[in-house]
């Protein structure tokens, strides 16, 4: 059995887990984005597959719900006045300033609800963002926030008024946001602004635990582990 001393230890860690999580979360952007590439250096790590959800197979990967909107196929009507598909510019196989000819997601715009929507996915991950194309707003704060499996933030991304009010396609204000946690413990990212009616997102990125690498170091640590084992269930016969 555990002596007192080390189960004080063991429980002072697992109250600090919460802390350590949302200490260890780091925040990118908002920063252009114009066409896959234009994700910002840092926010994916080399042990993990970075995966890019654009949309263009008009499909929503398995992995994500989302639960607000649907998907827009190039040059669709989204419900703003005069407005088409608003897609991450080089969707279309060009780089022009104009997002018509690709894919992306939109909420709608009927009412209020439509200024929010929240991307949740089916494992906690290490790194989770989105590109923001386009928002019926007028000097509205974009907001993004990460927070974990049991609904705590671990974030928040206050973007300021990035919508450039014109509903046509155009992608000079497209910007990337996201974040980046150290322990995996990313569940879902919530994109809201706090005036006007309807989001349109495109390019949703993620790096899954699953799809991650060990580094050797950690990989050590866990094989001495395994090799300690033996000897913990000697002592404790």
Request: proline residues 4%; charged residues 20%.
């Amino acid at each position: 059995m555990l002596s007192h001393s080390m189960r004080l230890l063991v429980g002072a860690l697992i109250a600090a887990m919460p802390l350590a999580a949302n200490a260890a979360t780091i925040s990118f952007g908002p920063t252009p984005y114009l066409q896959h590439g234009d994700t910002p250096d840092g926010f994916a790590c080399d042990q993990c597959v970075l995966t890019i959800e654009d949309f263009e197979d008009n499909s929503l990967d398995p992995f994500l719900t989302i639960d607000n909107g649907d998907i827009l196929e190039p040059n669709s009507m989204s419900g703003l006045m005069n407005s088409v598909t608003d897609s991450v510019d080089g969707d279309d196989g060009s780089v022009d300033g104009n997002g018509n000819g690709g894919h992306s997601w939109f909420t709608g715009s009927d009412s209020s609800a439509d200024r929010e929507l929240t991307i949740t996915f089916s494992e906690t991950v290490k790194a989770a963002g989105l590109v923001f194309t386009d928002g019926d707003s007028s000097s509205a704060n974009i907001r993004l926030e990460a927070f974990d499996e049991g609904g705590e933030s671990l974030g928040v991304i206050d973007a300021g008024d990035l919508a450039d009010h014109v509903f046509t396609g155009e992608t000079e204000e497209d910007r990337f946001l996201g974040f980046q946690n150290s322990y995996g413990a990313i569940k879902s990212i919530t994109l809201s602004m706090d005036a006007g009616i309807g989001i349109e997102v495109d390019h949703i990125h993620w790096q899954a635990l699953s799809s991650c690498v060990p580094e050797p170091a950690s990989l050590g640590m866990v094989l001495f582990g395994m090799l300690g084992l033996p000897a913990l269930r000697r002592r404790r016969r």
